[in-house]
């Protein structure tokens, strides 16, 4: 009986502990659930900030030009001097981030930044265009250290699936960033003008909270590349891929110039007459194209996985779209209706070729060696923000038909570019 009752008693501890196992990794695995849940909320928040930059000023710069008594082309400045400088310095913060580590970098651009919004909203209170442009740029060189960074901070986070749907939504984030920016932008206006450029230091340090508390950087194993060597890859992966790589690039370049180009021309001219259409109705046209090319970029994230016959597909199919819809707009810009139905058909082109351009330049390279190339890539793609607004800007001096043949004959150009030299494997690694 003694023995029954102690086999009992050591059953019945065993369960306990059992119980006690099991109640306890589940607390760990639910723990470690909402840590990474936090951590993926940091990491999307980086790239929320950079979108905001550029997309929330875009709506109040008929009033900037009001109210500083400058002309279009000079208001377009405050858009590409911000992206000239982040143009510029992304390489340098990738390598710099390869050095010394990503949270060395993103931390102080991303204080960069914020003072920076601060500055330039007291340039905007005190009517000071040149100090505005100053503090642009100098925003944009806080702006180089922000989602090129991220990207390469998540692959040295997370492996395999949880790289994959950490990598998804940081582009989720980016995309609802680019739709709700010119509302966002309206709404702050209707407070007073200028508040949109002092809200960009509250942003910021929002996403500095949450990656100083969140984001714990892994210790590096491997030393980093010397400049010599770094530069070297480059060259290496150029002579290797160049033909493709350098029509690949410039379409990426070219939609960025196209899709920002024709958000500046249409925040002019809805408030113009016979329109008047100011604030946050303005807003919300603005994201209309916006919300096209973020769905559309989506659904073809999902759709082409590494499917290289796809991905060719997808491309071809989104630049004729984007050439057809322009050169449409030559005679079909007098019903507003059909000229943002157009406008928003060409966003969704480039919402196609967008993710597939992506998809294969960081496929061929190792991951170790991704940093460079990517932010090259990104580098290019805001020479197209930055030199968008500007140029739309001297053509619609000229006259609005100047513009749309210009962007028509582009688009066309980077068709056939595309479809005779970027022709993926069959299986994109």
């Known amino acids: 009986m003694a ?36 951590e993926y909320i940091a990491l999307a928040s980086v790239p929320v900030v950079l979108v905001l930059g550029n997309s929330m000023i875009v709506p109040i710069l008929p009033t900037l030009q009001r109210e500083l008594g400058i002309s279009s082309l000079q208001s377009s400045l405050v858009i590409t001097l911000f992206s000239l400088t982040a143009a510029f310095f992304i390489p340098i913060a990738g390598f710099l981030s390869d050095r010394f580590g990503r949270k060395s970098v993103m931390i102080p651009a991303l204080v960069i930044y914020g003072g920076a919004g601060i ?4 340039a905007a209170v005190w009517h000071s265009y040149w100090l505005l442009l100053v503090s642009r740029a100098i925003q944009g060189i806080g ?31 980016n995309g609802s960033g680019k739709v709700v920016s010119p509302i966002i932008g309206s709404l702050f206006a209707l407070i007073v003008w200028y508040a949109v450029f002092f809200s960009f230091s509250a942003f910021c340090l929002l996403a500095l ?16 590349m ?15 891929h160049g033909r493709w790589l350098y029509a690949s ?26 329109y008047k259409i100011e604030g946050v109705r303005k807003g919300f046209i603005l994201a209309i194209p916006l919300f096209g090319m973020v769905t559309a970029a989506y659904v073809t994230g999902h759709i082409i996985k590494k499917n290289g016959v ?44 967008l993710p597939c351009l992506t998809t294969m330049i960081t496929g061929i390279v190792e991951k170790t060696e991704r940093g460079m190339l990517t932010s090259l890539y990104s580098s290019l793609r805001f020479f197209g923000v930055a030199l968008g607004p500007p140029l739309f800007g001297w053509m619609m001096g000229i006259s609005d038909r100047t513009v749309f043949i ?24």
Do not use: C, H
């Open 3 to 38: 023995t029954a009752a102690s086999k009992n008693r050591t059953a019945a501890g065993s369960a306990g502990s059992i119980s006690r196992e099991r109640q306890n990794s589940g607390q760990k695995t639910s723990s470690g659930r909402k840590s990474k849940t936090w």
């Open 209 to 224: 909270i949450a990656i100083l508390v969140w984001i714990k950087e892994p210790k590096r194993e491997a030393e980093p």
């Open 249 to 274: 690039f410039w379409a990426g370049t070219a939609a960025l110039f196209v899709l920002f180009g024709v958000l500046f021309y249409l925040s002019n001219t809805l408030e113009e007459a016979p």
């Open 119 to 122: 500055l330039s909203g007291f």
């Open 406 to 429: 210009s962007v028509s004959i582009l688009a066309a150009v980077t068709l056939v570019l595309v479809f005779l030299f970027v022709k993926p494997a069959k299986q994109v690694k």
């Open 310 to 353: 796809l991905i060719r597909w997808m491309m071809n199919i989104g630049l004729v779209l984007m050439t057809v819809s322009l050169a449409l707009t030559i005679w079909l810009n007098q019903n507003i209706y059909v000229f943002i139905g157009l406008l928003t058909t060409s966003s969704i082109g480039t919402g196609m070729l």
């Open 226 to 240: 010397k400049l010599k060597e770094y530069t070297s890859k480059i060259g290496q992966i150029f002579r290797q």
């Open 143 to 173: 702006a180089a250290g922000t989602t090129p960074i991220v990207m390469a901070l998540t692959g040295d986070l997370y492996k395999d699936a949880e790289e994959s749907q950490a990598l998804g939504l940081i582009e989720a984030a």
